[in-house]
């Protein structure tokens, strides 16, 4: 990650991240990695925790446990709660207009809150899942690339 990082220039200093956490084991590691990351690098940056809670999806985060985590890693964390509208386009899957919702609440909140840099914890199986399903549903070759703010 720190290899990552500085051959990308990623992180740098005075940098503002809103890390979007979800609650799984990918978010919380990639936002625990960060902390770590800021106490060994010789430039500061702020970071800042973000939960974007669906609701009418079945699903129910534990608040107290995300926002216990936040505080021990001693980031602060904003809340989100969305709706949103699954029988809007009947031609997408419910998961994706559930994803696509978080993610445009999850950039609106960055604007928000002056933050520069958005992360979001992804694991290899995501990022080929999203290959298969760009070249199956749109014929692009296309994938989670990094990005820069």
Do not use: Q
């Amino acid at each position: 990650m720190g290899s990552t990082m500085r051959d990308h220039s990623m992180i740098t200093e005075g940098d503002h991240v809103l890390v979007g956490l979800s609650g799984g084991k990918d978010s919380m590691i990639l936002l625990e990695a960060l902390v770590e990351r800021k106490r060994a690098l010789p430039f500061d940056f702020k970071l800042t925790a973000a939960h974007i809670e669906a609701l009418g999806i079945g699903y129910k985060i534990d608040r107290e446990k995300l926002t216990r985590f936040c505080e021990n890693l001693s980031v602060p964390l904003h809340y989100r709660t969305i709706e949103p509208d699954l029988e809007k386009d009947a031609s997408k899957a419910a998961c994706f207009i559930c994803s696509w919702s978080r993610r445009k609440e999850l950039f609106k909140l960055t604007k928000e809150l002056k933050c520069n840099k958005l992360a979001l914890g992804h694991h290899r199986n995501d990022a080929v899942e999203t290959l298969l399903l760009n070249m199956i549903y749109h014929g692009s070759i296309s994938s989670l690339p990094y990005g820069y703010g």
